[in-house]
């Protein structure tokens, strides 16, 4: 019976513990977000005449937004590298 038992408390856990840190770290991760893009939310804002709207779910978005702008440029800037240096190599080759 304790066996069992103990079998059945463990296999609660490994199920609930995984979707407990998912959870909590798509929290902060959310929290982080809002906090990031709500100086770059506020001026636009103003200017659409309410200067205290502010929605996290329109920071996320902002933020997301910004992490793919930046990971396209990244990946376009590494990307013309590594193509200029594959050219490099093929034109020292006889």
Known sequence: MGQRLRRTLLAGLTV???LW???FVLLKLFEWAAG???PL???FAAVLGD???YHPAV???ITILVVLLVGAMTT???GRRL???GREALERLP
Do not use: C, E, Q, W
Request: aromatic share 16%.
């Open 59 to 61: 920071g996320f978005v």
């Open 76 to 78: 376009v800037v590494f």
């Open 36 to 38: 990031f893009s709500r």
């Open 41 to 43: 939310i506020k001026p």
């Open 16 to 18: 609930i513990a995984p």
């Open 51 to 53: 200067p205290d709207f």
């Open 21 to 23: 840190i998912t959870g």
């Open 83 to 85: 193509l200029h240096n």
